[in-house]
């Protein structure tokens, strides 16, 4: 039987119809073989554009249906299911682009309405070949994997440990917490950081719903959405969880000293440590690289002081397999390398600081316990806090770091507070749009910190006057005054850029995500999607993401909780049917597909010595059906046939 | 007498050769002892190779009154168009023998080219050439004696179908002994797949290939055979030369890989693919092991003539068909 197809064309307001003359694509296509009705409409995805498709399936007894609007990222959904309410398979549905590929990124209203002409006969050239295809159901595991233990991963856990869901945490140091921990204060409101933090941590530690896997990195992520088998290394601790009392005496006694990671190596930890006092869990670790007994075979003090005997020299790696449904990825941030800053000092001069730094400087806990003081115990008469350090600069990060502006303010004024130095802000712009970040701002422009608007060029300590002389001096042009500057200051804290995690390429790539040119994992969609990923099951929360404070760490980690936990409550998920499919007949197992597929969908038989494809993993992006040299693999909705009519129909028709 | 009658009415067989090496011929007779099994079912009635034949004594058959036509060769003049249009009419059954009369084979790499520039060549500049006057080839020339006519030499080679309506395709450069033995039980029995298929299975060489692959196949740098000592036990492909294997369709019994030769990819295309030398070449540089574009880049660039492997005997029924044309003046 003659397919007969249906062409509806939106105008979509004049997002379409202010370029393309619509109505002459519908009259083209009423002309075209097979076409047996052909309109258009101001708002196809609208509650009556769906009515229409519904009412024209049945009064004209269509057999494929074309809509030809915007992108199928947007509404193929919303025709595939208008299409199966009226009773015609979703797969017969094709979507025409009309305004991503042409009403918007054209000006010729001639020459955009014959090329979306085009685009809508490809489409039908491909409607006429559409195969139905059904789309499997399958359960979902109702349990959640979630990486990283920072604020975004905390409150993603305990969101879903509450709703009664089981939770995994895996974080890879020997406590949760993450960068929030390092934080004395908090901008705008000045909370003291762990104060609020650590009851969450403590949350975590207590609920019975979360199995808290610290020490421990994810290996290997296998399967689809609602159904993924993850391997988690648990790396060998050396002290055994269940025996230690948390007592601290192997802390203190072990001779062993090494820069400690969490006080970004401005104080030392011992070999056996916890990242910091209020850890969770509190039961310290080995770390065997620098322990002087894995080192040289001798030593074992803190076995000799531990009057538990919890310490477990045979204790190995273990990789457990946890099944789960839903992924959340809240791996954090990094900080932009600082030897690349040497222009700003960093490296070269000793009272040049991160900001990061300087949360440790000025913490209770950190090196000083929390006096501001210069690398010589003095303390700074004048401090000037450079904005924008490798942000918003083409020769570093195109971006804004988004937290570097308020947390400046927030050390401008805890050093005002402390030390009554002077203060400089050296910024281009005062980013303050969050909520009481405007208030904060005047209320430090009324405390008498100096705000110079123009970027810090460099820092130097070649004095030119006695007045520079012994100290350094920070050079930038104001361009309020239209003056270089030259400010002579005792210390430098650089507001250096928020960059993605180091490894993060090679955890996209275990999770099967994408990265965004600045090098964050990619959201499905950057307004209505940020914490979903183009792998379905897999979302994501926090600065992963892109950098964060944390109001919005906090909602970014419970809007993807909220989101896995409507897949997990859901308990089904339908499984896409436009996928790759091997015709075994065909298949003579050259394995040459094996090492192509980008998402570890495919598999070889070792009884039938065949392909094998898993429909559930498989994105159907086409790769291995380019690869097959035998054409035993056909990418359904895709095949070499429609493809091939598609193009006949651009060039040839 | 009454025997005679009932016996079975024997296979009415023609057999020809258009632009061919003669080599589909010589597979005939290497089925050995079983000609004479052929002869048991079939009236040979036309094989050029063998027995003498005019013109007219086709012509003079009634159509249809041939069972079966065994076609070899490609078409690339007049005097074959004009054979096989002729067999056409006179054949129940056209199959298109070898790979030059299925797929354009070794003389479809001529596609390459046109009349022009093969002239040139072949008449002008190859060394052995001496031709001072330039005389090229007329289709009509007249001498005292009176008009002489040869055929007209096309511009293009065809594969068989292109020509004429085809029924089945038997592939191989030459098909094997085996092959033909199939095809002649199968049109002996009349146990034919569906009309415009190729007799023959629908898996690859590599099925009917003993050597081992990795399981995550990789080419580190291409060769040619002679570069290399080949190692008896491993993919070829994997040791770089360009194994057509994966791309083409088995029945061979995998000949030339057994002997340490990649497959030239004589028996043509998968049943399902719509050009082997894309799907090969495809296949080829996905597993490039190659760490970024530019070094993927240099390592495929030190592939050897591509398009003639890739396309060895497939030219004219692949999606490129042919090379431009020279501009007309």
């Given amino acids: 039987m003659e397919p007969r197809i249906g062409v509806f064309v939106c105008h979509c307001g004049t997002n379409i119809a202010g370029v393309v003359d619509v109505r002459r694509v519908a009259e083209a296509a009423a002309a075209w073989p097979d076409v047996v009705y052909a309109t258009e409409y101001k708002f196809m995805c609208s509650d009556p554009g769906q009515g229409m498709v519904k009412d024209a399936i049945v009064k004209h007894n269509l057999t494929r249906v074309v809509v030809a609007a915007c992108s199928p990222r947007m509404h193929e959904p919303t025709f595939r299911k208008a299409c199966a309410m009226a009773g015609l398979n979703p797969y017969l549905f094709e979507m025409a682009n009309i305004r991503e590929h042409c009403s918007w990124v054209h000006e010729d209203k001639e020459a955009a309405t014959l090329k979306a002409i085009d685009i809508v006969r490809t489409s039908v050239a491909k409607a006429r070949l559409l195969e139905p295809l059904q789309a499997r159901v399958v359960s979902v595991t109702p349990k959640v994997l979630v990486v990283g233990g920072g604020v975004a991963g905390i409150q993603a856990a305990l969101d879903i440990a509450n709703a009664g869901t089981k939770v995994v945490l895996v974080e890879r140091s020997q406590s949760i917490g993450g960068h929030m921990a390092q934080l004395d204060k908090t901008f705008p409101t000045l909370d003291c950081s762990a104060c609020i933090l650590t009851p969450k941590m403590v949350q975590v530690a207590q609920h019975p719903n979360i199995d808290l896997m610290t020490w421990s990195e994810v290996e290997s992520v296998e399967g689809f959405v609602g159904n993924f088998k993850v391997k988690i290394r648990r790396k060998a601790r050396y002290v055994d969880e269940a025996t230690c009392t948390s007592c601290g005496v192997c802390l203190e006694k072990c001779p062993k000293k090494v820069p400690s990671e969490f006080d970004e190596g401005m104080m030392t930890r011992k070999s056996i440590f916890r990242s910091f006092p209020q850890a969770v869990p509190g039961k310290p670790v080995i770390d065997k690289e620098s322990c002087t007994y894995f080192k040289n075979g001798k030593c074992k003090i803190c076995e000799i002081f531990c009057e538990p005997k919890a310490i477990r020299w045979d204790d190995e790696d273990r990789v457990v397999e946890e099944s789960v449904g839903a992924i959340i990825v809240a791996t954090g941030m990094g900080l932009i390398d600082p030897h690349g800053l040497g222009q700003w000092g960093y490296g070269r001069f000793p009272n040049v600081l991160t900001g990061l730094e300087f949360e440790r400087l000025n913490n209770a806990t950190g090196p000083t316990g929390g006096r501001i003081t210069c690398k010589d115990g003095s303390t700074p008469k004048s401090v000037a806090i450079l904005h924008c350090v490798g942000s918003r600069d083409r020769n570093h990060k195109e971006y804004c770091s988004r937290v570097c502006c308020m947390y400046a303010l927030k050390f401008a004024h805890l050093i005002k507070e402390k030390t009554h130095a002077t203060v400089y802000n050296f910024y281009i712009d005062m980013r303050c749009f969050g909520k009481g970040y405007e208030e904060f701002y005047n209320r430090l422009l009324h405390e008498g910190v100096k705000f110079i608007r123009g970027k810090a060029a460099y820092v130097t300590n070649q004095a030119l006057t006695d007045e520079e002389t012994g100290h350094l001096v920070v050079s930038a042009e104001s361009t309020t005054l239209g003056q270089v500057l030259r400010v002579p200051v005792d210390m430098v804290i650089l507001a250096s850029a928020v960059a993605p995690q180091k490894d993060a390429e090679a955890v996209a790539r275990l999770f099967g995500m994408g990265r965004s040119p600045d090098g964050f994992f990619m959201e499905k969609h950057p307004k209505l999607e940020p914490f979903s990923t183009a792998t379905d099951g897999v979302y994501l929360a926090g600065s992963c993401q892109s950098p964060k404070d944390i109001p919005d760490t906090v909602a970014h980690g419970a809007a993807a909780a909220s989101t896995a936990m409507s897949l997990i409550s859901r308990g089904t998920v339908e499984v896409e049917a436009a996928v790759a499919e091997v015709l075994t007949d065909s298949c003579s197992g050259c394995k040459i597909c094996q090492d192509v597929c980008p998402y570890g969908a495919l598999s070889f038989h070792a009884d039938t010595r065949v392909a094998e494809i898993n429909g559930s993993v498989c994105k159907g992006c086409g790769t291995c059906v380019a690869t097959c040299p035998s054409g035993a693999i056909v990418g359904r909705h895709f095949n070499d046939r429609q493809i091939l009519a598609q193009i006949d129909a651009a060039f040839l028709w | ?329």
């Avoid at chain 2, 004594?57 to 004009?82: M, P, T, Y």
Wanted: hydrophobic content about 40%.
């Fill in chain 2, 1 to 329: 007498m009454g025997e005679e009658l009932k016996a079975p009415k024997k296979i009415q067989l023609a057999m020809y050769w258009a632009a061919s090496c003669g080599g589909c011929d010589m597979a005939v007779l290497d089925v050995n002892e079983k000609i004479l099994d052929i002869a048991a079912v079939a009236d040979i009635r036309l094989w050029p190779i063998a027995m003498d034949y005019k013109y007219k004594d086709i012509e003079k058959w009634a159509d249809g009154e041939i069972d079966v036509c065994l076609f070899n060769g490609a078409v690339r003049n007049s005097e074959q168009l004009h054979l096989a249009r002729l067999l056409r009419q006179k054949s129940k059954v056209m199959v298109a023998f070898g790979s030059c009369a299925s797929f354009g084979g070794i003389p479809g790499l001529a596609n390459l080219h046109c009349k022009k520039t093969i002239f040139e060549a072949v008449y002008g500049y190859t060394a052995s050439t001496v031709n001072p006057e330039g005389t090229t080839p007329q289709t009509h020339t007249h001498v005292p004696e009176g008009d002489l006519h040869i055929p007209e030499f096309f511009d293009d080679v065809y594969s068989l179908a292109q020509v004429i309506p085809v029924e089945y395709y038997v592939p191989g450069c030459p098909p094997t002994p085996e092959t033909v033995m199939t095809a002649v039980n199968a049109i002996a029995t009349g146990n034919l797949p569906p009309v415009g298929s190729t007799i023959g299975i629908s898996k690859a060489v590599c099925d009917e290939c003993k050597r081992t692959k990795s399981d995550k196949p990789g080419i580190v740098e291409f060769h040619r055979p002679q570069e290399i000592f080949v190692d008896a036990e491993k993919c070829l492909l994997e040791q770089g030369l360009t194994c057509m294997g994966s791309a083409t369709r088995g029945g061979c019994g995998s000949l030339c890989p057994g002997v340490n030769m990649p497959c030239r990819g004589c028996y043509g295309p998968m049943p399902n693919s719509l050009d082997v030398g894309a799907d090969a070449l495809s296949a080829m540089t996905s597993i490039v092991d190659a760490a970024e574009e530019g070094d993927a880049r240099a390592k495929v660039g030190k592939m050897v003539d591509p398009l003639g492997t890739f396309y060895r005997f497939t030219l004219p029924v692949s999606m490129l068909r042919r090379a431009a044309r020279p501009l007309q003046g």
